[in-house]
């Protein structure tokens, strides 16, 4: 009898030492409003996946190599979204020259419409609307599939 271990990613962790500045800012990139867990851990839910963000306090017990805020030198976060353009506007306008932008809105050869930023704290965020026939295509055989407008 072969037994199976079901593994799902819960979600994804941000160590920060600025909690609600870090959590204002997932929440208007994403139009969620977080939930605080505890004082010291939230959650922005989103569709597809689980954002999660807290204080180095929640992961003292970790030793060797601690997690700490602003040291994100690997991971990139993409974020599939109806409309990049109206996005990155509304970012735009809330953080004006504040924002970091590394790339602004820019057609992709793959046929994504692609704004690269950083968030607050340096973390490397890719925005991306697929907009060519290949674009959508690609999209379509992966997952987040992009919901219908108006869902």
Do not use: C
């Not at 994403?30 to 807290?54: C, H, I, K, M, N």
């Not at 190599?65 to 970012?91: C, G, H, I, M």
């Amino acid at each position: 009898m072969t037994e199976t271990n079901t593994v799902q990613l819960a979600s994804i962790r941000l160590i920060t030492d600025d909690l609600p500045h870090l959590v204002h800012f997932y929440e208007v990139l994403t139009g969620v409003t977080a939930q605080y867990l505890t004082d010291d851990f939230v959650e922005v839910v989103t569709p597809s996946a689980t954002f999660a963000l807290s204080t180095p306090e929640r992961v003292a017990f970790i030793t060797e190599n601690t997690p700490r805020a602003k040291s994100n030198n690997t991971a990139f976060f993409e974020f599939l979204v109806q409309d990049v353009e109206a996005l990155f506007a509304r970012l735009r306008a809330e953080y004006g020259d504040e924002l970091d932008v590394v790339q602004g809105p820019t057609t992709m050869p793959w046929g994504n419409r692609s704004v690269i930023i950083r968030d607050p704290e340096g973390s490397p965020i890719n925005l991306y609307t697929p907009v060519t026939p290949d674009g959508v295509k690609l999209q379509q055989n992966r997952t987040p599939r992009m919901l219908p407008t108006g869902e």
